[in-house]
């Protein structure tokens, strides 16, 4: 996000805020569209899920789950954020990297505040209302602030060379410096806590973006045009890609039941959804575009 935010057209402060509360709106309507179908329609929501997130089947379940602020109320928040503050960064190009920093330190000592405003949850916290809360996410983009600024600003293209080769470098000693605070338990590692990840991991997971931003930056003139056409589609489309995926991720439950699966028939699973995902993303383009 901050890496696109620097280089893509300039807005103006209205048009910032209208695509930030139409994104933060758009987080609410795929919860409906995830929740209650499968809860009250379909009656095919997992009581497993209902455990897992301290809640119960009951109307304050569902309005809980209709409530909960994911990675698209995060995206519209964050967004307007850099947005913002972009300007300061372009003068000062490491506000971002001693922004994301603190950020990345802070947040883990607030996990243990779990505060009873619906509001504050999105700013800090451990909690099963707001998945992701600027504390600690935003940090990532304030870190791809940094780095768009210092894009920009490198105008031969063996200058941009040597920028992602010292991304590189830089990625592979956060990614081994935060390693040893990876839990390899499985199922800790994608259980509901997932979100609230201490400050080593956070680096870990730095170092893993600096290596694919800067993978992506060197094999992308080998790639065919079909490929960068599609990656350009995607990018695009990214909103409304997401918001497929999860409807028929939830939606799949009518088939599949919840934790009931081995991994090959998983893995079949997610071929078909992402088959369906992108299908169904290219026809509502072209149904768009007629």
């Not at 894009?151 to 200058?159: A, S």
Request: proline share 2%; charged share 10%.
């Amino acid at each position: 996000m901050g890496v696109s935010i620097v280089l893509s057209d300039k807005k103006n402060a209205a048009t910032i805020l209208k695509r930030g509360i139409k994104l933060f709106i758009t987080g609410y309507i795929l919860n409906i569209l995830k929740f209650y179908p499968t809860i009250k329609l379909l009656q095919v929501f997992p009581e497993a899920f209902f455990t897992d997130t301290n809640r119960l089947n009951d109307t304050k379940g569902l309005i809980g789950f209709l409530l909960i602020g994911d990675i698209l109320q995060f995206a519209a928040i964050a967004y307007i954020i850099c947005s913002f503050i972009m300007p300061y960064i372009r003068l000062f190009p490491y506000l971002g990297i001693i922004l994301c920093i603190s950020i990345f330190i802070i947040a883990p000592q607030l996990y243990h505040y779990e505060n009873s405003s619906y509001l504050l949850s999105f700013i800090y916290g451990k909690s099963h209302q707001v998945y992701f809360p600027l504390f600690p996410w935003i940090g990532f983009s304030f870190l791809g602030l940094s780095i768009g600024v210092w894009i920009e600003n490198l105008k031969l293209k063996q200058n941009i060379s040597y920028l992602f080769l010292f991304l590189t470098v830089v990625g592979i000693i956060l990614f081994i410096s935060g390693f040893h605070s990876f839990d390899y338990s499985i199922n800790q590692y994608f259980s509901t806590d997932y979100y609230h990840r201490t400050t080593g991991i956070l680096i870990m997971y730095s170092g893993e973006l600096l290596l694919l931003l800067s993978l992506i930056y060197f094999i992308s003139h080998k790639l065919s045009e079909e490929v960068l056409r599609f990656f350009a589609f995607c990018s695009k489309n990214v909103t409304n890609i997401y918001i497929i995926q999860w409807i028929l991720i939830y939606w799949g439950w009518y088939f599949v039941s919840y934790r009931s699966q081995s991994w090959d028939t998983l893995s079949l699973c997610f071929m078909i959804i992402t088959a369906l995902t992108f299908s169904l993303s290219y026809l509502k383009k072209i149904i768009h575009f007629n």
